[in-house]
């Protein structure tokens, strides 16, 4: 019988002691400011014993200040272009879950990559959540103080249809983080069943 390596299973992987199955490829957790990315994504990554980094954090240290300052001091784009190469370089270690930029996956080069390399989850929190979240926390260099609302409306109606193409949805509310972990697994193990049928996942699940 003849096997094409390159579209082979990857043959799985032992699973963490606290989920019941591994991840066959890296976690890109995507959304809007706000809906949890950076929280959420750690809560994954530690249920499954895996590293995490957030893409945000990885473009500031590479490029030595804030991603308010970015585009400013290296010019139109900058930020776009370093987000692609953090991102590759992260997707291609090993399998981890990585919190992404706002506007990381709109962009047509990264959500490529992303939707090649990973599996990825996008957050959907509805304005009144990403209002209540955004307000509590200052120094968010995007929302302009007064205009939240406004901002936060417009990359809503602009971002979501794109947000879509996500491998699996899980809607976000103003509840427990751990609530949103384990709907966020149960939905990943759903998603690779369908995809990766010969991947094993307990029943469990």
Known sequence: MNENPENSIPPARPASPLTSFMPPKP???????GSGKTSIGKRIAKRFDLPFS???QEVEAAAGCS??????LFGEGAMQDGEYKVISRLLNQQTQVVATGNFSF????TRALIKEKAIS???KADLQTLLLRVTCRKGRPLLE??????TLSKMMEEYYPI?????????????????????TIIAMSEFIKKEYPDYHILKSV
């Open 54 to 56: 957030d893409s945000d």
């Open 145 to 150: 103080v007064g205009k939240e609302e406004e």
């Open 163 to 183: 947000f879509e193409n996500a491998d699996v949805c899980v809607k976000t509310y103003d509840e427990p983080a751990n609530v949103t972990v384990d709907r």
């Open 106 to 109: 709109v962009r047509d080069n």
């Open 67 to 72: 991603i308010g300052d970015i585009d400013s």
């Open 121 to 123: 989850v996008w957050l």
């Open 27 to 33: 976690v890109v957790i995507i959304g809007l400011m």
